[in-house]
C-alpha cells in the first residue's frame, strides 16, 4: 500500500497523509485527521522509512486468505495441518467476497512479513492488488483464480465425469444434469460431464442440462425422460427427491440420482444421496505442501507444476443408483386381506357338538395379502400391499414387519373405527386345516382406496388379488389393473361365485378343488372346471390339487403337473407360497410351465413347516434346492 493510494482512498493529498503519518497535522482539520488514520490503520499503511529497517529474516508464518472461508473449513483444516507438520503457523484472514476487505487483509499479511500466501481471491479485480505480494517478494499459491496466472484448483471435471460414469456403469444412457451455473465448478463440471457421455457414445442433449436456479428445472427433468441426474451440489439433489416423492417416485427404483457432497454430514443425509465427498481437506493439504516446497527447495514453481488437484476414486454407495426401471423385472402389486392369525394345533378339526383341545397356538400376521407379498419379497420383487388395517396393538406391528420384509406399505391405510381382521386357524397332524375369519378393516377396503392407489400400477407388471375384501373392490382391482396393462392372477378364496367383469379381467385364475367345485357346481373334475372357468371369460385357469400337484388349462395348453415330495405339516399357506412364487418367475420371462414347476417346490416348501410367513422360502434358498433336485429349471 503507497501514500499515493491511501490519499485517493482518503480524498486528500499526498502531503497531507505524510503530515498526519508523521505527527505534522497540527493545522490539519481533524476531521480530515480521524479519516485518514482510520483508513491508514485499516490498511496497515507503514511508511517507507519504516518498511527500509525491516528485517528479511524467516518468519514461519503463512498467510491464509479465504473467500467465505466458512464453505471450506474442511481446506483451511488441510492447509493448517500441513502447515504444522512443517513447523509454520498460518494467519488465516478471509475476505467474504469484498475487495475492499480483501485489500485491508492484504496489507495485514504484508505487514506480517508471512513467508508465504495461500489466496482465494474475492473476485475478478483482486488482480489490481497482486502486486502488494509481489513488491514485498512473497510467493503466492491462488486457488481457483481469476487471475492471468496458474492457480490451483480441485478437478470437479473429473468428478462429474466419474458421476456420470456411475449412471452409465448402471446402464444408463438418459442422463440429466442440475448444475448451479454460478458455481466456480460450473464450467468444469459441465465439461466432465460432455466428455464422459462423448467416450461413452451417448449424445449430448441440450434439454438435459439443467440449471438448478431456474424454477422450471424440475419439470423440464420429467418431461426430458431422464432415467437419472447428476448434481453439482447436495440441496438440488434433496430437493428433486422431495419433488419427486410427491409424485409417488421411489429412489433409487424409478429414479437414479448422484451428488457431490461438501461435508462428511452430507454422507448422513436422509434420504441417503450416493456420490463423491469433494476432497477439500485433501486439496488444502497439497496446496500447502507446494507453498512449502516453493519456500524451502526451489522458491518457485516447476515448469511441470501440477495445478489441477485429481481426486483419488471413492466409493460411492448405491443407496440412490440402480439400473432404469425399464430394464428391471417390473414390480407386483398385491391386493388382499391384512389378518392376525391366531394358528391352533389340534387332534380333530372341531365339530359342533363336540369339545376340541388345543395343543399350542401362535400368533402371527397373516391374511391372503400378507402372505403373498412376503412371499414374492423373499423371491427378490419389488412388492407393494394394498390393504385395510385397523386401529389396535396388531396393527403397528403388521406394519413394522411388512417393511421389515421390504414389502411397500404406502397402499395400507388405517380404519381408527374398525379391528385388524382376524383368522382362527385349526391345524390337524395331517397338515389340513380349517379357518374362520372376522374380516374387520379388510371389510372396508373398498373401491375408492383401490382408486387412490392407481400410481402402484404404473409401474408393476403382475397384481395379486385374493377375494377375502369386499368382491366390488376386487372387481375394480382387476379393472384398474387390465386399465395399466398390468396382468392378474386372482385367488376366490371365500367367494361362492365371480362376477362376469371379473372373469374377463383375471389373466390367471387359481382356485383349489374345493373352490373350484363350488364356482362350477355342475362340473365334477378339474377339467371341466377349468373349461367353464375359461367359458366365463378367465385367460388361464390353473386348479391346485393339493398332494395331487395342480391342473394347468389354458387356450393352448391343457396339463397336469405333479406336486413335489413334502411331508405336510401345515397346508395353509401353500396357496399363497405357489401364487407368489408363479407370479415372481413369470414376471422375468419364464414360461407358464416352467413357472408353475418352480412355483410347486415354493409351495412344498411352505407346507412341509409350521405357520405360513416363518414357512416362506427365500431366492436363494429355493434355488440352491432346485440345483439339486431339477437344475434344468433354473437353466
Known sequence: MTIKEIAELAGVSISTVSKIVNNKDQYINPATRERVLRIVKEYNYTPYGMVKNLSTSRTFLLGVLMNKAPSSVRMINGIMQTAQAHGYSILLLDSDGDLKLELRHITTLCKNRVDGVIWLPAGEESGRQSHYFSEQGIPVCTIDSFLNEPSYSIDFAELSYSMTQKLVDHRHTKIACLFDTDSRRFPSMQEGYKRCLFDNQITFDRSLQLASGDRDSFRKLLESGATGVICSHLSDALSVCRELKTLHYDIPDDFSIVSLKDDPDDLCSMPRISGP???????????????????????????????????????????????????????????????????????????????????????????????????????????????????????????????????????????????????????????????????????????????????????????????EIPMQSVTEAARTARQYGVKTIVKPATAKSLPDELYANTDILVPNRREAAILCPGCDTPEAQADELLRRGAGTVIITLGDKGCYLRSPELSRYFPAVDAVPVDTTGGADAFISALASFLIEGCSMERAIRIAAYAAGFCIARQGVVAALIDRNTLESYIRKMEPELLE
Do not use: W
Open 277 to 467: 465427498l469433494i476432497p477439500y481437506y485433501e486439496f488444502g493439504s497439497y496446496v500447502c505442501g507446494r507453498l512449502v516446497s516453493i519456500l524451502e527447495d526451489t522458491g518457485a514453481p516447476a515448469e511441470s507444476e501440477e495445478y489441477l488437484f485429481k481426486p483419488d476414486a471413492e466409493a460411492y454407495g448405491t443407496d440412490s443408483i440402480d439400473s432404469p426401471p425399464f430394464l428391471r423385472a417390473k414390480k407386483i402389486v398385491v391386493i388382499g386381506s391384512i389378518n392376525t392369525d391366531f394358528t391352533f394345533s389340534v387332534e380333530h378339526i372341531p365339530q359342533s357338538g363336540k369339545t376340541t383341545t388345543i395343543q399350542s397356538t401362535v400368533t402371527t400376521p397373516g391374511g391372503k395379502g400378507v402372505n403373498q407379498a412376503i412371499g414374492a419379497a423373499r423371491l427378490g420383487r419389488q412388492v407393494s400391499l394394498v390393504g385395510e388395517i385397523g386401529n389396535d396393538v396388531y396393527s403397528s406391528y403388521i406394519i413394522r414387519m411388512l417393511e421389515d420384509e421390504h414389502v411397500a406399505t404406502q397402499g395400507i391405510h388405517k380404519d381408527m373405527n374398525q379391528p385388524t381382521g382376524t383368522a382362527y386357524i385349526y391345524i390337524e397332524k395331517n397338515g389340513e386345516g380349517a379357518i374362520t375369519i372376522l374380516p374387520g378393516a379388510n371389510a372396508r377396503l373398498l373401491p375408492e382406496k383401490i382408486q387412490s392407489q392407481q400410481f402402484l400400477f404404473e409401474k408393476a407388471g403382475y397384481c395379486l388379488i385374493s377375494t
